[in-house]
């Protein structure tokens, strides 16, 4: 069986890391995995702990039988390299286990800058989901668009059937329809600017965790704290 796995900052979970972890498990028919990072090697530092980030997937998972939440990245110490989890999954599963990293266009064409690319892509097939326009195979930097050549995959089966990984990995395109535009970054610039839209950028679970723990400010506008 494919394992997707889906790892990022979650800073906080919004509908968009959702709906493309449900549309990504509806079209591979297995569950996906999402792993919280504890220290993050690309970015700023996140704006909520690792404890609330990792308590805020659980909350949006929670009995949704295609999601599951994994904290192994924070249980490590030091930054959470995603070729170091592929490596701790493929002693757990099996060097020939099928196994596929779900990761958004951004992060993507980003991948050239992440910590041993090229291994990650000998350990992993990618499942790749537009958050844009743009194709997700257009406009990649000159040592991806090279290095992905002819591993375009036309549906999630043919990624599925190719069982193996090592020099045959795949790419798969989940281009989403309609796009699910929320990032994190706008869920935490609504909140500090005391914009109420933010709540319908989060699944409600985890509005009401947010307001609860008065992360990233919430709670501190005009009906909250007063400075004084
Ligand atoms: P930020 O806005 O702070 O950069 P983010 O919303 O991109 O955060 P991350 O936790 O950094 O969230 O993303 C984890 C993964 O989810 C990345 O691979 C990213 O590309 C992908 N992703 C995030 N939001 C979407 C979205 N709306 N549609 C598709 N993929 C997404």
Redesign the pocket.
């Known amino acids: 069986m494919l394992r997707l796995w889906y790892g990022?900052?979650?800073?906080p979970v919004?509908c968009?890391?959702l709906a493309?972890a449900r549309a990504a498990a509806d079209a591979f028919g297995v569950p996906v995995t999402l792993a919280p990072a504890a220290d993050p090697p690309h970015r700023a530092v996140p704006g909520a702990s690792a404890h609330h980030r990792a308590r805020m997937l659980d909350v949006a998972a929670a009995g949704d039988r295609r999601l599951r939440v994994d904290r192994r990245e924070l249980e490590r110490s030091g930054p959470s390299w995603t070729i170091d989890t592929l490596r701790e999954l493929r002693v757990l599963h099996g060097g020939d286990a099928p196994l596929a990293l779900l990761?958004?266009?951004?992060?993507f064409r980003s991948l050239p800058q992440w910590h041993q690319w090229r291994e990650i892509l000998s350990l992993a097939h990618l499942v790749v989901?537009s958050?844009g326009d743009e194709p997700v195979d257009r406009g990649l930097p000159p040592e991806l668009a090279a290095a992905t050549e002819g591993r375009w995959c036309d549906s999630p089966a043919a990624l599925a059937a190719a069982e193996k990984v090592a020099e045959e990995w795949k790419i798969s395109r989940e281009d989403q329809q309609p796009l699910?535009?929320?990032?994190?970054?706008?869920v935490r610039a609504a909140i500090a600017a005391g914009d109420p839209g933010w709540q319908g950028m989060v699944p409600p679970a985890v509005a009401g965790y947010i307001l609860r723990h008065g992360l990233y400010g919430a709670g501190q506008g005009a009906h909250g704290v007063t400075g004084t």
């Open positions: 990022g900052t979650f800073d919004h968009g890391h493309i990761l958004g266009a951004d992060s989901a958050r699910h535009p929320q990032s994190a970054s706008a």
